[in-house]
């Protein structure tokens, strides 16, 4: 028997209701599959929590979860509470203490979904995105002065370690090996303003990149790389980008493929000294929140990263076909892809197409 011990933390918003069908997902999967088990710690944290105690979690919160297996997380917002609290309070101290230096978001075009670029068919978008996520832009280092007054000066550092950076670029170039598509690693950066932390970054990717003669690389900066996103989307294989760059193209590349409702992100810890964590990239939807329609979808792809983590890879295969099979046929989908399905008429859909 294969036990797994999974923290879950729907969080806010439609984070709540896409882990509710995770659950289902993942009951199915220890129903029809002998000898994996899932052993929840289930966790209230979020901005209900802070109306309550004035915390996104306890102090501490993160040793409690710390010798878990892996992290499912849903999201985290509140429309009555500041972004910089429910982020910092909660997803960015666990990406940071748990040392989830590499983010992992792929995006693919599927059969049966239509991109708002024209005449993309299926396959023809499919990159991954490497995200540097636990310093760079979102470190959370700076101050302000004389707040409230004319002379009111705020500072916000940057902050780029060779561990780091190097440790995500050489993922990126591993992760390019593994997938063997088009052998072609980009660099996002912006060297010509930036000209401390991102001629370092760009200096790190030159160094690692001597080591793969065999990989095809280029540099762009970050506003010609997000033009060409939605240009040439069919020229990007796997992309490498700090914090916040890797966030703002792993946005654009979901939009280019249909929907924010199909985009995954794995959280690694790579060398498994504290969980990972596994969470859909579209964030809380406020404005679709209660109203039974957010899409699942990615969330069960996370689920489908997780169990590879977890070396479940048979299981997470027979889940993605599944998922992949529901797409194409176009039969019952959420309206973010054109149809009029609810969650959990998804999820239906889902695991009866894994029987």
């Known amino acids: 028997m294969s036990e797994h011990k999974i923290a879950v933390i ?79 309070g909660l997803l960015l101290p666990m990406r940071r203490q748990y040392d989830q230096g590499i983010s992992i978001r792929p995006a693919y075009l ?20 490497f995200r540097e996520n636990t310093e760079g832009e ?33 993922a990126a170039f591993e992760y390019c090996l593994q997938r ?48 060409d996103l939605v240009r040439w989307p069919e020229n990007f294989d796997v992309i490498v980008a700090s914090n916040l760059f890797g966030d703002i193209m792993s946005d654009i590349a979901a939009v280019i493929t249909g929907s924010m409702g199909l985009a995954p ?3 690694i810890n790579p060398e498994r000294e504290y969980p990972s964590m596994f969470e859909p990239v579209h964030g809380a939807g406020f404005d679709i929140t209660g109203k039974g329609v957010a899409n699942p979808i990615a969330t069960f792809f996370a689920i489908s990263m997780m169990l590879e983590h977890l070396g479940e890879n048979d299981i997470a295969q027979k889940l993605n076909k599944a998922i992949i099979s529901s797409l194409t046929t176009r039969n019952v989908l959420t309206p973010d892809l054109g149809g009029k399905a609810s969650t959990s008429q998804v999820t239906d859909e889902i695991m009866s197409l894994m029987d």
């Not at 599927?110 to 995105?129: R, T």
Request: with cysteine.
């Open 180 to 227: 063997n598509t088009k052998l072609k690693v980009t660099s996002v950066t912006k060297s010509n303003a930036q000209a401390h932390s991102m001629v370092f970054w760009d200096e790190i990717f030159e160094k690692v990149s001597s080591k793969y003669p065999m990989i095809q690389t280029e540099s762009l900066l970050v506003d010609a790389a997000c033009m």
């Open 10 to 88: 729907p969080g806010d918003g439609i984070g709540i209701e896409v882990i509710t069908e995770a659950k289902r997902i993942m009951t199915h999967i220890e129903e029809t599959n002998a000898g994996i088990k899932f052993n929840y710690i289930d966790l209230p944290w979020g901005s209900e929590y802070y109306r309550q105690t004035g915390l996104m979690m306890p102090d501490d919160g993160l040793d409690q979860i710390k010798d878990s297996d892996a992290i499912l997380f849903g999201a985290v917002g509140d429309p009555n509470i500041p972004d910089h609290i429910t982020l910092q």
């Open 265 to 267: 992100s794995a959280n």
């Open 110 to 129: 599927y059969p049966g979904v239509n991109s708002p670029i024209k005449d993309k068919g299926p396959g023809e978008i499919d990159m991954v995105i």
């Open 138 to 170: 979102y470190a959370p280092v700076g101050g302000s002065l004389y707040s409230g007054t004319d002379h009111e000066t705020v500072i916000q550092t940057n902050v780029f370690t060779r561990r780091g950076t190097e440790r995500i670029i050489e």
